[in-house]
């Protein structure tokens, strides 16, 4: 029986979020990737509340030139400055099922650069 690409990533996805939660000091960021854009959110589970989120749709990221690994790291940058601004410098890292290369990794690599740590 073959699987599809989805039903991989899913069961990746559920494989992750066994291991991986948010509290309140250690919050969650979780990654979602489309075909043209990519969403990023901290998330606390305790509470089931989202603290933050950007994505490539935000204005000053989608009028940004420059390819999609570019614009997921201006993503990881600009989420990472607006959780400095609420007071959190530590998360916990939920890629969702997807490899860590190209634009996941670049998501991550911005928020490291803007001095987030996971």
Request: glycine share 10%.
């Amino acid at each position: 029986m073959a699987f599809s690409k989805d039903l991989r990533r899913l069961k990746i996805r559920k494989r992750i979020r066994g291991h991986v939660s948010g509290t309140e000091q250690r919050p969650r960021l979780s990654v979602f990737r489309s075909n043209k854009e990519i969403y990023a959110q901290v998330i606390d589970d305790v509470t089931g509340k989202t603290i933050s989120a950007a994505s490539s749709r935000d204005k000053d990221i989608a009028t940004a030139s420059g390819n999609k690994i570019e614009k997921a790291n201006l993503v990881g940058k600009a989420l990472a400055e607006k959780l400095k601004k609420a007071g959190i410098e530590t998360v916990s890292f939920d890629r969702g099922g997807y490899l860590y290369h190209g634009r996941i990794k670049s998501l991550a690599d911005g928020a490291r650069e803007a001095g987030l740590k996971f």
